[in-house]
């Protein structure tokens, strides 16, 4: 039995009781009570990666952490930013939905609804918080020439609101093709900070501060653009400075996670 399994896990135990002539209930005795099995169903993940794959998110990540033990005040001059969709409704999720009911009260029933009607934006964040946001006009994709516009725009915010790192500050991006393309390369020069590639669970913004501006924005309907923009934006002046201290402490632990992990995923997705 063990080697039917080994051959084919997706098979049932209806399968697995005819071809070895048994009655289901033995077969799943002995798969449950004898080989300590139980079904379960795939993992899903942002992506299957190979061993060459998981080599370089190790060797990235450990690259960007030398970085950090090489200059203990490294990530102070490290500005992180990504772009991401926001919807003019995004459906609440099953725990936000969640109400108190006693057993004999009918249990609350909501619509399935879809998102809908999204807006891009962009976010640029450091240790001491948001430096620079802004929204894609409908109908602009994000890609190479736009975005060295917005890193130009970038640039001068941090000129103005971060004056003490007006030629030391990096960028740390995701490897988008808008973010490797060579006009962006040429322009950063070599102020980019190393980014593990096939990576949402390790950027400060995807586990972080997309999350957060997301989930007070789940459950409502904005009705116009400009609602959207107004309550991302107040959502976004809202965060404690504090708390962007400990997101990049936490950045650093999850590089090591990746690391001790041999290159796969550490989280559930």
């Known amino acids: 039995m063990r080697q039917l399994l ?8 209806r ?3 005819k071809t070895l002539n048994l009655t289901k209930s033995t077969v799943h005795r002995i798969v449950t009570e004898e080989l300590h099995m139980r079904k379960v169903c795939a993992k ?3 992506k299957v990666l190979t061993d060459e794959q998981k080599a370089l998110r190790v060797l990235r990540c450990r690259e960007l952490l030398e970085l950090c033990e090489g200059d203990p005040n490294f990530l102070d001059l490290v500005i992180t930013g990504d772009e ?3 919807f003019e409704y995004d459906p609440e999720t099953k ?13 609350p029933k909501r619509a399935r609804m879809s998102k809908s009607r999204v807006k891009c934006m962009l976010m640029f964040f450091d240790v001491r918080g948001i430096v620079h946001h802004e929204f894609v006009p409908q ?5 190479s020439l736009f975005y060295v516009e917005v890193l130009k725009r970038l640039r001068q915010r941090v000129n103005r609101v971060r004056p003490g790192m007006k030629d030391t500050w990096r960028l740390h991006h995701d490897n988008a093709p808008a973010h490797t393309a060579f006009i962006v390369n040429d322009y950063l020069a070599k102020s980019r900070v190393p980014q593990p590639p096939y990576s949402p669970d390790v950027p400060p913004a995807d586990f972080f501060l997309f999350p957060r501006i997301k989930s007070q924005l789940k459950g409502k309907h904005w009705g116009t653009v400009n609602n959207i923009q107004e309550a991302t934006t107040r959502a976004l002046r809202d965060l404690p400075v504090d708390v962007f201290q400990g997101v990049f402490l936490a950045w650093k632990t999850r590089l090591q996670k990746c690391i001790d992990a041999g290159g796969s995923y550490f989280e559930e997705f």
């Open 95 to 107: 725990r936000m939905s969640a109400e108190w009911h006693t057993s004999a009260s009918p249990r």
């Open 15 to 17: 399968w697995i009781a």
């Open 139 to 143: 109908g602009q994709t994000v890609n």
């Open 84 to 86: 991401s969709w926001v």
């Open 44 to 46: 899903l993940v942002p």
């Open 6 to 13: 080994n051959e084919d896990r997706r098979q049932g135990v």
